[in-house]
């Protein structure tokens, strides 16, 4: 897989990638329905402190609410140098939390379905250098 994403006819680039293992902070044990809405919220605090922007959007693969995640978490960087809703600003960036079971490279035929279904143009926020 290269690094651009077709969201919606809009060429959207991955420029950053970030992983971990979904349950690095659970020592014993299985996640429960509670466990894993707080680890979403971590999760997000994460990528707000690792790529610095607060636009995120959530690819959740539960079906149930008591299901757990898949064992790595990615966080990746979209970007656009093309602005949609203020044509002052030079790009527009997207940040998204997926979720697979195999760690980097490439992504899951499911992300990839995912990521090119999101309205990138909706929920991105724009930037200037």
Do not use: W
């Not at 960036?93 to 697979?100: D, E, K, P, R, S």
């Amino acid at each position: 897989m290269n690094n651009l994403i077709n969201s919606n006819g809009i060429q959207v680039e991955i420029t950053k990638i970030y992983q971990m293992k979904t349950y690095d902070s659970l020592i014993e044990g299985i996640g429960d329905k509670e466990f894993n809405d707080d680890l979403l919220i971590d999760i997000k605090q994460r990528a707000k402190r690792v790529l610095y922007n607060n636009t995120i959007h959530i690819i959740d693969p539960r079906v149930k609410d008591q299901d757990d995640f898949p064992e790595f978490t990615v966080i990746l960087e979209l970007l656009v140098f093309n602005t949609f809703k203020d044509l002052d600003k030079d790009y527009s960036a997207l940040t998204v939390i997926c979720f697979q079971d195999q760690f980097a490279f490439p992504l899951s035929n499911e992300n990839v379905r995912r990521l090119e279904q999101i309205p990138f143009q909706e929920l991105c926020n724009e930037y200037s250098f």
